[in-house]
């Protein structure tokens, strides 16, 4: 079968790899090593990539097919994400549950300009294989697979391929897939360049925050925590050089950046939210890459889809979880307008 013509007839996003329960605490200030805090808040809700995107893209209301696949544990916090995710239309046929218990994380966030800290369990996510993956078989046109580095088996040496990974999306490309990678920051740069580079010419699009970007090539793009934003668009052109093969997408709090093969290039900065609005941080970076996912899916120009992109994450930030602040589609498009109409005036 011929990609481009398999792609065509596909539709729709399957979004693969790490499902978890975030167990929100939040907290005042965050507290000298010894010392008490008092938790003011706590919840209980969905998180890592799959569900964070898939439930974003849900809310949209745009009627795209969504499915999830990857592991949880045969317990509540497995059927807490299986009850959310189907609970929003979304495909759980290749969820499947395991002896592991689901993976967790618990997010301590400091009420004040909602900066989070999380202590992670790997769980059942450390199960999923490269042999789990390669028999994924869909209709969906784009598949998403995150967070690699908190996929410990997909880690692991590859002879042909370089690391198991490559092997797993070049089979995927094989099948009519677009491939799609979201990373996890990691301060590791030696592994997370040995993991991730030879992944790159397996990929459609490549979706990294500001720190993975500098990881991956070594350009300062943060230096004493300023953002160095004439370096962040050379950062994207030479992902795209080193082999992903359409778009190449670069994200932070001020803004973000694409290139793609076929010669665009835009910068498209943040939308502005009062600080006293921001209810935590959890999951912007999800909401932000379901918006662009969506807009690579639909062909939209790139500015138009990091718009999207920037317009979920300010929404996001309104809720202490990674959920409950998203909007639809329309909201997001009348939102959009607006500030257009404000730029100009």
Not at 283 to 307: I, M, N, Q, S
Request: proline letters at 4%.
């Amino acid at each position: 079968m011929n990609r481009q013509q398999g792609s065509e007839a596909r539709r729709g996003i399957l979004a693969v790899g790490t499902l978890l329960v975030d167990h929100v605490q939040v907290i005042d200030e965050w507290p000298e090593q010894g010392r008490l805090a008092t938790i003011r808040h706590s919840e209980d809700a969905t998180g890592g990539a799959v569900p964070n995107v898939l439930r974003t893209l849900a809310r949209l209301q745009s009627g795209l097919p969504l499915a999830a696949a990857g592991l949880v544990g045969r317990d509540g916090d497995g059927a807490l994400i299986r009850a959310a995710l189907e609970s929003e239309g979304i495909d759980c046929a290749r969820l499947e549950a395991v002896s592991e218990p689901t993976s967790m994380t618990q997010v301590i966030t400091v009420r004040r300009g909602g900066q989070r800290t999380f202590f992670h369990q790997e769980g059942a996510n450390r199960m999923l294989d490269a042999a789990w993956c390669e028999h994924l078989v869909s209709d969906h046109k784009i598949v998403h697979l995150a967070y690699l580095l908190l996929l410990p088996a997909l880690e692991a040496p590859e002879p042909e391929f370089g690391v198991v990974a490559a092997r797993v999306f070049a089979r995927l490309q094989a099948r009519g897939y677009h491939t799609s990678l979201d990373l996890v920051s990691v301060d590791e740069p030696a592994r997370a360049r040995q993991v991730v580079l030879p992944v790159l010419p397996f990929l459609d699009y490549l979706i990294i925050n500001e720190l993975e970007a500098q990881t991956l090539t070594g350009l300062p793009l943060r230096i004493g925590g300023a953002l160095q934003a004439g370096a962040m668009g050379a950062a994207a052109q030479q992902l795209l050089e080193a082999g992903v093969r359409q778009v190449v997408v670069i994200h932070c709090p001020q803004g973000a950046w694409a290139a793609s093969r076929r010669g665009e290039c835009c910068q498209v900065p943040s939308y502005w939210l009062d600080p006293a609005m921001i209810a935590g941080t959890v999951g912007a970076g999800d909401a932000f890459c379901a918006g662009v996912l969506y807009g690579l899916h639909e062909g939209w120009p790139l500015a138009k889809t990091l718009r999207l992109g920037n317009a979920c994450a300010r929404f996001n930030l309104r809720s202490a979880n990674a959920i409950d602040g998203a909007a639809t589609l329309a909201e997001l498009h009348a939102f959009m307008a607006e500030q257009a109409v404000a730029e100009q005036g």
